[in-house]
C-alpha cells in the first residue's frame, strides 16, 4: 500500500513535469 501512494506520487509529479515542459516549449516557439 504504501508502494502504491508512492507511485501514484511519482506519477503525479512527471504529470506536472511534462505540462511544464510543455508550456516552455511552446512558450520557446512563439518567440
Known sequence: M???L???REER???KKSTISE???SAAKKT
Open 2 to 4: 504504501c508502494l502504491n
Open 23 to 25: 508550456k516552455l516549449e
Open 6 to 8: 508512492g507511485i501514484q
Open 13 to 15: 509529479f512527471l504529470k
